[in-house]
């Protein structure tokens, strides 16, 4: 009830009513406008487009039966052949995932995409040939239980392709894991020393009881200067592969880890086939190169 309320809160009131009114009452004068940046002189009507979640690359496919794949810049990244009968695309969850749908057909199809990623290795250890011609690039968390359980395998698959592999390692700390980070610049810093895989290897052994304590155990234990490795770990450069590591795992598109790039392109399959699979075809591929 108006009347009920005092002259202050009355007057607060109309003031409010007074606001209300003027800004209704004001005309708009905003207005949009439309620039033309760019257009795309296709080789084939286009039927349909879409543009990934994440923003970094727009799908046109054509009636020729064909998706242009371009980056935000409209740069054409590359061509894929999907056959005349899909009439319309859709994204998936991720940049690399396409639904091809054919209305004539009844069909759905699911196209996963092998985008080629540019991996620097010039400051991550590694083991194998510094040339080889198959590079295994590991994003991973020294206190995550899967990247502990994918060591073995990754031993086993060096194992088997010891000259024709380089198999690197990039780190990736999760935020919620306390230690990683510091087990990540211990293990760079043990690199220095010539120690970096047997310190990397017992880390992994104790994933899940990693501490300040435990890391410096595990130094000890493997033989190696505590002093020098103390003083390696706050070294500005070491730190900043760390830094580099988890800013080019997230420009690569890494959403989870172990993450694993074979000669730049995801492997999807972690298996010990899946490896061999995709080992094998970089190795034809090279020698048909040659």
């Known amino acids: 009830d108006y009347k009920g309320l005092g002259m202050k809160n009355r ?3 109309l003031l409010l009513i007074v606001v209300l009114f003027l800004a209704l009452s004001c005309p708009v004068n905003g207005a949009v406008e439309g620039d ?7 080789e084939s009507p286009p039927l349909d487009l879409a543009a990934s979640l994440n923003g970094k690359y727009i799908y046109v496919l054509t009636a020729q039966g064909s998706i242009l794949i371009y980056s935000l810049d409209w740069k054409l990244e590359d061509k894929i052949s999907v056959g005349s009968q899909v009439d319309s695309i859709e994204v998936g969850p991720w940049e690399d995932v396409i639904l091809l749908v054919s209305k004539k057909d009844k069909e759905v199809q699911i196209l996963l995409l092998d985008f080629i990623k540019d991996i620097d290795l010039s400051n991550s250890p590694f083991k194998g040939p510094a040339d080889a011609p198959v590079e295994i690039a590991v994003f991973s968390d020294f206190q995550w239980p899967y990247c502990a359980r994918l060591s073995p395998l990754l031993e086993q698959v060096f194992e088997t392709y010891p000259k024709v592999v380089k198999l690197a390692i990039k780190n990736f700390p999760l935020p919620n894991h306390k230690f990683a980070r510091q087990a990540a610049v211990a293990a760079l810093a043990a690199n220095r020393q010539g120690k970096f895989w047997e310190f990397h290897d017992e880390l992994y052994k104790n994933y899940s009881r990693l501490s300040e304590e435990k890391i410096q155990e595990i130094a000890q234990q493997v033989g190696l200067d505590t002093a020098k490795l103390d003083q390696d770990m ?7 592969i760390v830094e580099n590591d988890l800013r080019e795992g997230k ?3 890494v959403r989870g880890i172990p993450t694993i790039f074979i000669n730049g392109r995801l492997l999807r399959d972690r298996s010990f086939a899946g490896f061999q699979a995709a080992i094998e075809k970089e190795l034809a591929e090279e020698g048909r190169k040659k």
């Open 36 to 42: 033309v940046k760019k257009t795309l002189n296709l």
């Open 234 to 240: 706050k070294a500005p450069e070491i730190n900043a």
């Open 11 to 13: 007057s607060a009131v």
């Open 251 to 253: 420009n690569a598109g």
